[in-house]
């Protein structure tokens, strides 16, 4: 307690008024044998509250969306973004194939790595100075040279859709379009993932297609 309002530079009563307000309703813990404060279990549920008030909840409600995932077994996400250099997964839907990809709601990711983050990288108003900067402290299991980086974000911003095909994570094919603002400032990147070889290049096309389709059309639900 006393470190934390050092830190912040509060009256220590204070500081133990809040703390022990947090602790009541489980936001943090605390633990009488060190005398230390962590992160309690409440805070999920205040995480929780904050995503489901976010607007991309609606987004995934869409019954095109709600198709593709179920349809064709894809992993269906929403992204954005948080803070310089990292986004969130504020909506997820899972398809119903036997093996399919998994990402936790609230789950973080640097900010261009995978197709999400080409479209990032396009159309979030980034210089080529900071996506050099943040391209160098990016791991993929298969990173592109920044050269090669930059010109697939070129085509991305031409196209309105970015892919990847196992460049960010073994065995994994992602899909990446945005979703913009009434402004045209972009709000959302509408992610697709499944396991590569799950589908034959037709029905690829289609769905890498109609992905596209898709998000253009949600920017009425901001």
Not at 156 to 167: E, Q, S, T
Request: net charge positive; charged share 20%; hydrophobic share 45%.
């Amino acid at each position: 307690m006393t470190a934390i309002a050092r830190e912040l530079n509060i009256n220590a009563s204070t500081c133990f008024n809040i703390l022990r307000t947090l602790a009541f309703t489980g936001v943090i813990d605390f633990d009488p044998v060190t005398r230390s404060y962590c992160t309690g279990l409440g805070a999920i549920d205040l995480a929780n509250k904050a995503l489901l008030r976010d607007s991309a909840t609606t987004l995934l409600s869409h019954p095109r969306v709600q198709h593709l995932a179920l349809t064709y077994g894809v992993t269906m996400t929403v992204f954005k973004r948080i803070g310089a250099d990292r986004v969130t997964a504020v909506s997820v839907i899972e398809g119903t194939a036997a093996v399919r990809i998994h990402i936790r709601l609230g789950q973080r990711f640097p900010l261009l790595v995978g197709s999400s983050g080409r479209v990032w990288a396009a159309f979030g108003g980034l210089s080529q100075a900071d996506i050099g900067r943040q391209w160098s402290a990016m791991r993929w299991h298969n990173q592109p040279d920044l050269a090669d980086y930059l010109a697939q974000v070129a085509l991305v911003a031409k196209r309105k859709i970015a892919i990847d095909d196992g460049d960010h994570v073994p065995g994994m094919f992602s899909a990446s379009a945005p979703v913009f603002r009434s402004d045209g400032t972009l709000q959302y990147s509408l992610s697709a993932a499944w396991a590569r070889g799950q589908h034959d290049k037709p029905t690829t096309r289609l769905i890498v297609t109609e992905l596209k389709k898709i998000a253009a059309e949600l920017q009425a639900f901001e």
